[in-house]
């Protein structure tokens, strides 16, 4: 059973920094992809970055330029680096995964990011 475990979710004052962990375990196979979509209240969830295992990186406009994704150096664990934050930044954080030989995709149970103006 995969389980995608998150850390580093809080709260922090605009202009402020936080960076969010993600894990996953349970299982054997290598990441695809990994990433975050956040969902704010009354809102549709929404891409705020991807990593593919080649590398490649894809953000949501609203956060280019001050997000950064990254990729652990244990397997199948990738970090978001949020700095320069705003209110509108608030919202819940989900991690995001795909594995080679799974067609599922696994989320997981949300980090809270709480920006104060």
């Known amino acids: 059973q995969v389980q995608l475990v998150e850390s580093g979710g809080g709260l922090v004052q605009a202009a402020g920094s936080l960076r969010l962990s993600c894990a996953a375990s349970g299982n054997t196979l290598s990441a695809e992809t990994m990433g975050w979509y956040r969902q704010a209240p009354g809102k549709q969830r929404e891409l705020v970055a991807t990593m593919h295992s080649v590398g490649t990186t894809n953000y949501g406009n609203s956060v280019k330029g001050r997000f950064t994704i990254s990729a652990g150096d244990a397997r199948n664990t990738v970090y978001l680096q949020m700095t320069s934050l705003k209110p509108q930044d608030t919202a819940v954080y989900y991690c995001?995964?795909?594995?080679?030989?799974?067609?599922?995709?696994?989320w997981g149970p949300g980090s809270q990011v709480t920006v104060s103006s």
């Open positions: 995001n995964a795909r594995f080679y030989g799974d067609t599922n995709t696994y």
